[in-house]
């Protein structure tokens, strides 16, 4: 069975301080995809990235950058130079690519409050 | 329409009565997905149509839950007897058609808050 673990329950930083959320997954299928969801304090669930289990490059977007490593099954979301509106909750998902099986298994999330 | 609606936003009820929450996905949206999110917790998965079918209500917690989706579009989550475990927040997401979620990804709404009082 999948399973995804973030151990971090919550982070406190300052703003401008960069900070790094892991993730760490367990499947047997060897093709996977995995997520990133943003929960601000309105609830509502923002998504911001999809990674397949293909594809290992890092990726940027602004001050958001994602890091894929098969080797130690995990996906660490970092942002850099943080602002007092990336407080959230952030959740790691994974979901697997069986026919018929098409929920995502969310982490526990990690709370993230920054400090201006 | 633009984004996933649920309704009502909140709920209080008391225990032992039944309650209905609804979901309106975006229009096109095949898939549609209800999960369950207590306090402090991750997202608990309920239940997967396509369709107006239910393929995965492998989440469903007990018989006192039950879910229906009309017309392949708007679905209505039902919770019977009540009871003060079942407060949480209730989110609905859909997504595109696709051979797997992970194709597309969710779009989740709101919510709607459940407390049982």
């Known amino acids: 069975a999948q399973k995804v673990t973030q151990a971090q329950t919550e982070i406190s930083v300052v703003e401008k301080e960069d900070v790094t959320l892991d993730c760490v997954y367990e499947?047997?299928?060897?093709?996977?995809?995995l997520f990133w969801y943003k929960q601000p304090p309105s609830g509502e669930l923002v998504f911001l990235i999809r990674?397949?289990?293909?594809?290992?490059q890092n990726e940027i977007s602004g001050r958001y950058s994602w890091n894929f490593q098969k080797s130690t099954s995990s996906f660490n979301f970092t942002i850099t130079a943080s602002q007092v509106v990336d407080s959230a909750v952030y959740f790691c998902a994974l979901s697997e690519a069986l026919m018929g099986r098409r929920a995502l298994t969310f982490g526990s999330g990690t709370r993230l409050q920054v400090q201006p | 329409g633009a984004g996933v609606s649920q309704s009502p936003s909140n709920k209080v009820t008391e225990k032992g009565k039944d309650v209905e929450l609804r979901c309106d996905p975006i229009?096109?949206?095949?898939?549609l997905y209800w999960y369950r999110q207590s306090l402090g917790q991750g997202l608990e998965f309920l239940i997967y149509?396509?369709?107006?079918?239910?393929?995965?209500k492998s989440g469903l917690p007990s018989d006192r839950f039950s879910a229906e989706r009309t017309g392949g579009s708007v679905s209505t989550l039902t919770i019977q007897r009540t009871q003060q475990e079942d407060s949480a927040v209730y989110l609905c997401?859909?997504?595109?058609?696709?051979?797997?979620?992970?194709?597309?990804?969710?779009?989740f709404g709101s919510g709607t808050r459940l407390t049982v009082v």
């Open positions: 499947t047997r299928d060897t093709t996977y995809y």
């Open positions: 229009s096109g949206h095949t898939a």
């Open positions: 149509f396509q369709g107006n079918s239910a393929p995965d």
């Open positions: 997401a859909s997504s595109l058609p696709g051979t797997n979620t992970g194709v597309y990804g969710y779009t």
């Open positions: 990674r397949n289990s293909f594809d290992e």
